[in-house]
């Protein structure tokens, strides 16, 4: 006869086993949560297709409001650090190279302002400041039910909340990381004319001397990943809140600090992957 | 096409908790039915998973033959298949004013429901009206509107779209006895006017009689019959 009682395997097994289960389980486990988080992504670029012209006219409006606040209100910050951070970098070529010309200024300036520091700072500032209230407003969401009242009128959070955010998050990260490099460069170059005492002209055509057509390409591909990290992830985890309140400030905390890991791992594999491909015509 | 909501063998659970197994049930466009059931025994999950806000472990939902947990919600709407949902707590959009709140999902699906800007302003606001919300509410967030004229919104709001399936997770529960008297007697017109399917938990006996329409308890994860009020 058949035996009623459940299958438990936890029931005599050896040690053996139990750590063969816990590896699978953690294994279960790992690709569960990579689905959950490729699943997020995914949605909201798959919802970019749905069709519906009054919903794309509500979501021009969230967008435009999500840019506001991730992009313009970052204007302030993001001027100060890069004024400070570009004459900090002057101070530090003077100090290292007291003879510096404007050429030397200029190759540093380029490769340490407009290719690492303005999309890396431009992506850790909006990650600090508008990544953290994403993932706790969304969070907040979830526990308050407004996620579900969403989805029961009708309108689909991949859409309504995901995708404008990943969006603002792009557009903003770009447009600040070009901001960020024209503010740094002015920081250095009245630092430079004050403590160098280079010329404006020099610095200048130091500048365009090291520029290259390739920088264009690596600012953009930056600027558009480390944004859409920055969307993704706290869009991700403030979602992955359940119904406690106490999740909120976890999620988002957690939110942060994978965006700028995420982030720091983006810029590195994107320096990499420029220097191996266009790095020889540039020495 | 079998239109209303039908449950097919359906069965949830939560973690190894089983709140409803293997069950079926059929409720006809136009009917209203009442959930019932001790505190805790799952009346809500269950409101959800009916309202397929929720995914059934197994078995599974349909609304108008629309099963809800393969499909966008907004492909529902454009297959007809509209819903309101009031919730017991909560549910209305925090950063939104009370107006907006109603308005969102009428200016979302304007295209779908043939409504023009004024149009949409125009039902809006008659929604809000017809609970009873005050003009001055209208531009007010929820945070600080009183308990009973958020779930009055949140009903206006499930409302306006004009739904074929409203769901009400214990709708008269704390509220003053003047907005209770509202929501019931809302409740009744919805009842005898049978164009919207309306679902509804409770646990008061007052409700129960004065719908006196079919009434299931929850139990151990089943559903009961229970004698019609």
Same mark, same amino acid.
């Given at each position: 006869m058949r035996s009623t009682v459940p299958y438990d395997p936890r029931v005599s097994r050896t040690p053996e086993q139990r750590f063969v289960g816990r590896l699978g389980r953690d294994a279960i486990e790992r690709y569960r949560r990579a689905r959950a988080l490729l699943g997020t992504l995914g949605s909201?670029?798959?919802?970019? +297709?749905t069709p519906g012209v009054a919903a794309r006219r509500v979501i021009r409006r969230v967008l435009l409001m999500q840019i506001f606040y991730t992009g313009f209100e970052a204007v302030p910050l993001i001027g100060t650090v890069s004024v400070?951070? @570009?004459?900090t970098i002057v101070i530090q070529t003077e100090l290292m190279v007291p003879a510096a010309d404007s050429a030397l200024i200029g190759k540093v300036m380029i490769a340490v302002v407009l290719r690492e520091l303005a999309p890396l700072i431009t992506a850790i500032v909006v990650a600090g400041r508008s990544g953290t209230a994403i993932a706790t407003e969304l969070g907040n /969401?979830?526990?308050s039910s407004e996620i579900l009242a969403l989805t029961s009128l009708g309108i689909d959070p991949p859409r309504f909340i995901v995708l404008p955010r990943l969006i603002a998050a792009v557009v903003s990260v770009l447009v600040l990381m070009v901001y960020f490099a024209a503010t740094a460069l002015a920081g250095t170059a009245l630092m430079g004319v004050v403590i160098a005492n280079i010329g404006l002209g020099a610095f200048q055509s130091g500048l365009s001397g090291a520029l290259t057509i390739y920088d264009l390409g690596l600012f953009l591909v930056k600027g558009v990943g480390l944004g859409a990290i920055v969307g993704w992830l706290c869009c991700h985890y403030g979602l992955e809140v359940k119904s406690s309140p106490t999740e909120v400030p976890q999620m988002?905390? +957690?939110a942060v600090v994978r965006s700028l890991l995420g982030c720091v791992a983006y810029n590195t594999l994107a320096t990499a992957l420029f220097y191996w491909t266009v790095g020889q015509s540039l020495r | /096409?079998?239109?209303?909501?039908?449950?097919?063998?359906?069965?949830?659970r939560y973690g190894t908790i089983w709140v409803l197994l293997e069950t079926s049930l059929r409720v006809s466009p136009g009917e209203t039915l009442l959930l019932t059931g001790e505190n805790g025994v799952g009346k809500s999950t269950l409101l959800y998973l009916l309202g397929g806000l929720l995914p059934a472990t197994s078995g599974r939902v349909l609304l108008d033959g629309q099963a809800p947990s393969v499909t966008r919600p907004s492909e529902l709407v454009r297959h007809?298949? &509209?819903?309101? !949902?009031? !919730?017991?707590?909560? @549910?209305?959009? #925090?950063?939104?004013? #009370?107006l907006d709140?109603?308005?969102?999902?009428?200016?979302?699906?304007a295209d779908v429901l043939g409504l023009d800007d004024a149009g949409v302003a125009q039902r809006g606001r008659e929604a809000l009206r017809d609970l009873r919300v005050a003009q001055s509410d209208f531009h007010t967030l929820p945070a600080y509107l009183s308990f009973g004229v958020r779930q009055r919104v949140a009903l206006a709001r499930a409302l306006a779209i004009d739904p074929n399936f409203v769901f009400l997770d214990d709708p008269d529960q704390g509220l003053d006895e003047a907005t209770r008297q509202i929501v019931l007697d809302l409740l009744v017109r919805l009842r005898d006017e049978r164009r919207i399917t309306l679902v509804l938990t409770t646990t008061d006996p007052e409700v129960i009689a004065r719908l006196g329409v079919r009434v299931l308890e929850l139990n151990q994860g &089943?559903?009961?019959? /229970?004698? +019609? #009020?």
């Open positions: 909201a670029v798959l919802a970019v +297709r400070l951070l @570009g004459a /969401m979830k526990v988002a905390s +957690r | /096409m079998q239109s209303g909501l039908v449950l097919e063998n359906a069965s949830f007809g298949v &509209r819903r309101g !949902f009031v !919730f017991q707590h909560g @549910g209305l959009l #925090a950063n939104l004013t #009370a709140n109603v308005l969102l999902a009428l200016r979302y699906h &089943r559903l009961t019959s /229970m004698q +019609r #009020a």
